[in-house]
């Protein structure tokens, strides 16, 4: 049977469907069929954020499904940016009137540090805010708008500031997890302290779709790349949350009746080295862009060199494929780059991502 009829058991007892469907990048306007569909097919868990800017789709999605609301499972995010208490009661609160739901089952924080230092790697830690922001959240919970109460892409160190801190244990972290992306001492850590881990971006947001290693693995079971990336992420006990706009793709993805073998899942595990930097495209690049903004640089066209030029374009564009393929205007932008003004921590960021781009073709 598809894990999507079965449970995993939070912390603090509530059940939480095992497979849940992302959202993100789901524009309201299709929200409500999206969702609509995803509930038909079988998924009974909907991962949604205030940031995503598609609640009022969602809720209205879910109660289109005419299901039971306790028979959907539905998260919500505080957004990063919102670091203050009075800020945290004012969201939750919208959140429930654009869901219009009386309470959400799962309320995470969005992230430790507002996006654009997330991005750009910075080092404030936010503590006492996001104490401030979960005290928010353990009276939402103390007051039955929430079922559980969970945070997303915490590190330990944002963990433990909130187990010091808190009354009410974090029950869940939502981090990215896939092949070739598998933080592995995060989750041993978020185990031993008894959080689930839900894994974001399960199909490394469609840029695993093309990796032909494990395109063999996924050939050898009869299953779709999707479907192998859903499993494993499964047979590490992780919660994974796949998106698709596809009504095909929707049931395909929660067909996980097989079991990939141990020689497999090493295989798997052993990908690792090879693509994590290459699936880290946006990342790398929103961080590239925030420390040129910081020297000045504010459009590439500033770049002075046509090399360096062409690697920044490869990098925004977002697409592995279209990076081994300008290996040539790499290696070109590389020697652009260490003779350019460029800082040298953005030389490195470079020549480190140069250096995957060869390492993975080979
Ligand atoms: N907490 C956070 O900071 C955070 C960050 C990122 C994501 N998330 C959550 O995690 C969810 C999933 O991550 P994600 O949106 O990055 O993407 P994902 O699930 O890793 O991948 C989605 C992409 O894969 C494609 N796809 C899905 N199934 C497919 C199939 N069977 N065959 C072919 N293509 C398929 C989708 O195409 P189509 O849509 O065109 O079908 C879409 O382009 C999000 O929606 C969100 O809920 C959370």
Request: net charge neutral; proline share 4%.
């Amino acid at each position: 049977m598809s894990e999507l009829k079965e449970f995993y058991t939070l912390a603090n007892g509530v059940k939480i469907p095992k497979i849940g469907f992302g959202t993100w990048q789901l524009p309201e306007e299709i929200a409500e069929e999206t969702v609509l569909s995803a509930l038909k097919t079988g998924y009974r868990h909907i991962d949604t954020a205030a940031a995503y800017g598609n609640e009022r789709g969602v809720g209205r999605g879910i109660r289109a499904s005419g299901l039971p609301r306790e028979e959907v499972f539905v998260t919500t995010k505080i957004p990063a940016e919102i670091k203050t208490y009075a800020g945290a009661k004012e969201v939750i609160a919208k959140s429930l009137e654009n869901l219009g739901m009386g309470y959400v089952d799962l309320l995470l924080i969005h992230a430790p540090k507002p996006w654009d230092e997330m991005h750009a790697g910075g080092k404030e830690p936010h503590y006492e805010e996001n104490a401030a922001v979960w005290r928010a959240m353990e009276e939402a919970y103390d007051a039955g708008m929430v079922r559980a109460v969970g945070v997303s892409n915490f590190q330990k160190d944002d963990i433990e500031n909130i187990l010091v801190k808190g009354k009410i244990r974090p029950q869940v972290n939502q981090i990215k997890a896939h092949i070739g992306n598998y933080p592995e001492a995060l989750a041993d850590y978020c185990r031993s302290e008894g959080i689930l881990i839900e894994a974001y971006s399960p199909i490394a947001t469609g840029r695993l779709l093309r990796d032909g290693s494990i395109a063999a693995v996924a050939e050898k079971y009869g299953v779709s790349i999707p479907q192998l990336c859903v499993k494993y992420l499964l047979q590490k006990g992780l919660l994974p949350l796949p998106k698709t706009t596809h009504r095909e793709y929707m049931a395909q993805n929660a067909q996980t009746d097989f079991n990939i073998s141990s020689e497999d899942m090493a295989f798997l595990n052993g990908i690792k080295a090879a693509s994590s930097r290459l699936t880290d495209l946006p990342n790398i690049g929103k961080k590239l862009e925030s420390q040129l903004k910081a020297v000045g640089i504010h459009d590439f066209e500033q770049l002075s060199e046509t090399g360096a030029r062409k690697a920044w374009l490869a990098i925004l564009e977002n697409d592995p494929s279209a990076c081994y393929h300008r290996l040539a205007a790499l290696e070109g932008a590389l020697r652009g780059v260490e003779k350019s003004a460029l800082p040298a921590e953005v030389k490195e960021e470079l020549k480190a991502f140069v250096r995957a781009a060869k390492g993975q073709k080979a």
